[in-house]
């Protein structure tokens, strides 16, 4: 059973840009792709990084710490596709950002 929770306004992610958030304890990365909102869990599988303090391109987010990539839409590693991230729905309510979290 998932939940649906706000986590973060749409005024605190600009297009290109990343966050790090925390939601009854589990801990999500967004990404705003070309206006579009995405998110994935924030723990990168390599180590452990912060995915939302990462670098996005396009829709591809770079971990910060040793530069694992993910496509923030799939949850996949373009390199290695069986490598993958939680991905978790997304829904904009007003300025709200919800995402539901198990
Ligand atoms: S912790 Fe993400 S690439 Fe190493």
Avoid: Q
Avoid at 3 to 14: P, S
Avoid at 30 to 52: E, F, Q, R, S, W
């Amino acid at each position: 059973m998932t939940k649906a929770v706000t986590v973060a306004k749409l005024t605190d992610l600009e297009p290109g840009a990343c966050l790090s958030v925390e939601a009854e304890g589990v801990y999500i990365a967004l990404y705003n792709v070309d206006g579009t909102i995405y998110a994935t869990d924030n723990t990168c599988p390599h180590a452990g990084g912060p995915l939302g303090e990462g670098t996005l391109c396009g829709d591809v987010v770079e971990c910060p710490w040793h530069g694992w990539r993910f496509n923030v839409k799939t949850g996949k590693r373009p390199e290695n596709p069986d490598l993958t991230v939680d991905c978790y729905p997304v829904e904009i309510a007003g300025d709200d950002i919800r995402v539901s979290i198990p």
